[in-house]
């Protein structure tokens, strides 16, 4: 019979895990009985195999752990960092590569311009100057109405020509820009792209029945993939159920917001804060454009606010900036708070300081509107003053913006948008007599295609694993 004892062999230096390196020696002791000798032999060759996978399973360890040096150590570091983020995009910079577009563009600076900067993935239906001119809608509109016309021709979805080539014949509906304002009836904010099979013209329309506002995508202009995309339409799109006559006609308000907080008691502070400012004024010249929101802190509110957050510390200039923090450009009842669908809106302070800072986080917490600034979480509290164009609310505490009160406080002055490459110079649009419309055969391809920063990255990493694999090897 076979027996197994097991030594130590100072040999071979291994990791902690396996201090002690086991080889079996054989040995031969007495035979033991008959009837308990096929026991033993099977218990030697199981302790076997055992002993051997833990002294195969020793030396692999080391010699994995021997392989592993600073320079590996240091490629499988850069693996694991993230890819650099794309660069944001600065869409009516975009399009005043496009001569053709020109008055599209400069409609679209004028109202929606910072809407857009906080979009990553859009598709832009943009309006050709020959068929802009046709229309004298954009002329008779209410800024207001206007600005709303032009969020309809913006898809929150980056649609590509093989997407479009794609749609089925019945069509597939897509959220536009003025759906998430909560001022669209129903799903009439949406837009019902189909294809016609036969033909392959795509056409864009309300997804209500019998709507009289429709439009034929002419042709892709630009490409940014997963970011943006631009079509030209043959028609300026009108949201269905929008009320021209209503916003060709209404009056200003003309409503003085410093007396109409006084008559609501409990913001004497906030009106004697806007009074001492001067920003009052420019409030209440919005109320003949989009209309504002504002969100007004109780005296209690103030009363509340610690030392190191005391607004009367603040240089004017910033103190400014903070009040108009608490204000939309835009209409905002309290049904459409409530309702909202896109949460991060920016503030008078965002149009001063640049896109994407000084915004606010607005949703319904616990049956109520909440508003958090990313450092205070407020509460609406009342209506103060409700009536197209001016929304007056109170609110549970004073909206401190992140980057003045956070712990890294910017103190950069209003900044554009990035600053893209020139594009080369486009094509002739097709005239509306002989615009084709169609998106039969393959997908056609845009005038210009630009790679997104994703990709650059994704190529710059595989590069970077080739090296390391180099690396590992010669090592």
């Given amino acids: 019979m076979l027996t197994l004892s097991l030594s130590r062999s100072p040999s071979r230096t291994v990791p902690a895990l396996f201090t002690h390196r086991w080889t079996p020696t054989l040995n031969s002791p007495p035979s033991p009985p008959p ?22 399973s020793a030396m692999a360890v080391q010699t994995s752990i021997s392989k592993i ?6 490629c499988v570091l850069l693996l694991t960092l993230p890819a650099t983020p794309a660069a944001s995009l600065n869409i009516t910079d975009l399009l005043s590569s496009f001569p053709e577009l020109s008055a599209f563009t400069t409609l679209l600076s004028s109202t929606i311009a910072s809407d857009l900067a906080q979009r990553s993935a859009v598709t832009v239906l943009a309006v050709p100057n020959a068929y802009l001119a046709s229309s004298d809608l954009t002329r008779r509109l209410s800024p207001t109405s206007l600005a709303d016309v032009l969020r309809y021709h913006v898809l929150l979805q980056c649609l590509s020509s093989s997407d479009l080539h794609q749609i089925p014949p019945s069509g597939t509906l897509f959220t536009t820009l003025f759906q998430t304002t909560g001022r669209a009836t129903s799903n009439f904010g949406s837009l019902n792209i189909t294809r016609d099979p036969s033909t392959g013209a795509v056409s864009v329309h309300s997804p209500a029945p019998y709507s009289p506002s429709n439009a034929t995508l002419l042709e892709p202009i630009k490409t940014i993939p997963y970011n943006l995309s631009i079509f030209t339409v043959n028609s300026l799109l009108v949201p269905y159920g929008f009320d021209l006559m209503a916003s060709e006609t209404r009056p200003p308000l003309g409503l003085n917001i410093t007396k109409a907080l006084i008559d609501g008691h409990n913001f004497n502070v906030a009106a004697s804060m806007l009074a001492a400012s001067g920003v009052v ?14 969100f007004v802190p109780t005296d209690t509110a103030f009363a509340e606010l610690p030392t190191s957050q005391s607004l009367q510390s603040l240089p004017a200039d910033k103190k400014a900036v903070v009040l108009k923090f608490h204000v939309l450009h835009s209409y905002y009842p309290l049904g459409s708070l409530e309702s909202i669908v896109n ?15 000084y915004t606010l986080n607005i949703s319904r917490v616990n049956g109520s509107v909440a508003i958090d600034t990313g450092i205070v979480q407020a509460s609406v509290t009342q209506t103060v003053f409700d009536e197209n164009p001016v929304a007056i609310f109170g609110v549970s505490r004073v909206l401190l913006p992140r980057e003045i009160f956070g712990k890294n406080p910017s103190v950069g002055s209003k900044s554009g948008g990035p600053i893209m490459s020139a594009a080369p110079p486009p094509g002739i649009t097709p005239s509306p007599e002989n615009s084709p419309g169609g998106f039969d055969g393959p997908p056609p391809i ?19 694993v080739l090296c390391c694999i180099l690396v590992y090897v010669a090592v």
């Fill in 343 to 357: 949460p991060l809106q920016p503030t008078l302070a965002t149009e001063d300081m640049g896109a994407g800072s």
């Fill in 446 to 464: 845009s005038r210009e295609e630009m790679r997104s920063g994703s990709s650059v990255g994704g190529v710059q990493r595989l590069m970077l």
């Fill in 281 to 294: 004024q420019e409030f209440e010249a919005d109320e003949g454009g989009a209309g504002i929101t504002l």
């Fill in 69 to 74: 040096t600073p320079t590996t150590l240091l």
């Fill in 35 to 56: 009837h308990t000798r096929t026991r033993t032999l099977c218990l030697s060759s199981l302790q076997r195999v055992v002993v051997a996978a833990a002294t195969a």
